[in-house]
């Protein structure tokens, strides 16, 4: 089993900005999705970006304007920058790998996760 390794959470005020990194301990092919997902307490797990290749990108409506994701083909690493962090993004902030074949947008199509990393953000 792949486990992915997320970094860079914490507590930052409204406004500013956090920087999430994911590790892969392999190689990834460039046509798999890497993706974010987000989990608030007592909410489902929903969808943040996903990037195909390096220059395919998703957003859901949550994101876009504020945040980025990008993805460095040579380290197997992704990352999502974000800004303008608002309270209602205080989250746990999940990154996966998902199938070539799959819908970016679908949890169920990503096939392996990192553990988390929180991000909060205060008033």
């Known amino acids: 089993q792949v486990q992915l390794t997320e970094s860079g959470g914490g507590l930052v005020q409204a406004g500013g900005s956090l920087r999430l990194s994911c590790a892969h301990p392999g190689r990834i092919h460039p046509s798999a999705f890497m993706g974010w997902f987000r989990q608030a307490p007592g909410k489902e797990r929903e969808f943040v970006a996903a990037i195909r290749f390096v220059d395919t990108t998703f957003y859901a409506d949550l994101a876009k304007g504020r945040f980025t994701i990008s993805r460095d083909l040579a380290k197997s690493s992704v990352a999502l920058q974000m800004n303008n962090l608002k309270p209602e993004d205080t989250a746990v902030y999940y990154c996966?790998?998902?199938?070539?074949?799959?819908?970016?947008?679908?949890?169920?199509?990503?096939?392996?996760w990192g553990q988390g990393t929180q991000v909060t953000v205060s008033p």
């Open positions: 996966a790998h998902g199938r070539s074949s799959g819908n970016a947008f679908l949890s169920g199509d990503y096939d392996y």
